[in-house]
């Protein structure tokens, strides 16, 4: 069982914003950094978000990410098709001493 | 570009020993700045890490899983192991090998930025 909580799904429509949250605690969010991962369909994760808020080389300004006390979130705007995936957060959390994943949430586009 | 690519058996029988091998290609191991480690996704669940490994052979495991787990790393061959004991049923997943920095900077910050494709173990008798 995750110690990172999220939404098992949520949808929009083609350019509406979607938002996930990820809910955690002190030893994890609360004191550490958010990384988001993207899993399209038979594939493997890729990195969206990292330090909570940064997005790699090549993620488009779509993606956002942010982090206040014990929970994060990210958003997506200008919703596409190809944004119908998985999306996972994650952190290191100091009392189990292990990096955690979130349960995950399906993103659908209507 | 740097690549990661698992192998191993795609079958493995209860109680016995999953072995994978992950082999690092257009880059080295040996990088200072990188760790490298095992994740594994059972059908139609989500993530979970199962260890890293420094090249020095420093090795941090998930408190869950740590009893039967074991990460190598071989320079040499540019690759690094995942050994698994006393597997069930419950081991089945997808296995991902990948690259991932690690440190402290007003918070551990540890990003997995680069993953092989993953290979799918079953384990049944």
């Known amino acids: 069982q995750s110690v990172l909580t999220q939404p098992p799904s949520a949808s929009g429509t083609p350019g509406q914003r979607v938002t996930i949250s990820c809910s955690g605690s002190?030893?994890?969010?609360?004191?550490?950094?958010v990384y988001w991962y993207q899993q399209l369909p038979g594939t493997a994760p890729k990195l969206l978000i990292y330090?909570?808020?940064q997005r790699p080389s090549g993620v488009p300004d779509r993606f956002s990410g942010s982090k206040s006390g014990t929970s994060a979130s990210l958003a997506i705007s200008g919703l596409r098709s190809e944004d119908e995936a998985d999306y996972y957060c994650?952190?290191?959390?100091?009392?189990?001493?292990?990096?955690?994943f979130g349960t995950g949430t399906k993103v659908t586009v209507l | 570009q740097l690549q990661l690519q698992e192998s191993g058996p795609g079958l493995v029988k209860p109680s016995e020993t999953l072995s994978l091998t992950c082999t690092v290609s257009?880059?080295?191991?040996?990088?200072?700045?990188?760790?490298w480690g095992w994740i594994r996704q059972p059908p139609g669940k989500g993530l979970e890490w199962i260890g890293s490994?420094?090249?020095?052979?420093?090795?941090y495991y998930n408190p869950s899983l740590k009893s039967r787990v074991t990460i190598s790393v071989d320079t040499s061959k540019n690759q690094f192991s995942l050994k698994l004991s006393s597997v069930t049923a419950a081991d089945t997943a997808v296995y991902y090998c990948?690259?991932?920095?690690?440190?402290?900077?007003?918070?551990?910050?540890?990003?997995?930025?680069?993953w092989g494709q993953g290979t799918m173990v079953t384990v049944s008798s």
């Open positions: 002190s030893s994890n969010i609360g004191s550490n950094y």
């Open positions: 257009g880059g080295s191991i040996s990088s200072s700045s990188y760790y």
């Open positions: 330090r909570s808020n």
């Open positions: 490994i420094y090249y020095s052979g420093s090795t």
């Open positions: 990948a690259r991932h920095s690690w440190g402290y900077s007003s918070g551990w910050y540890v990003a997995f930025d680069i």
């Open positions: 994650a952190a290191w959390d100091d009392s189990l001493s292990g990096y955690v």
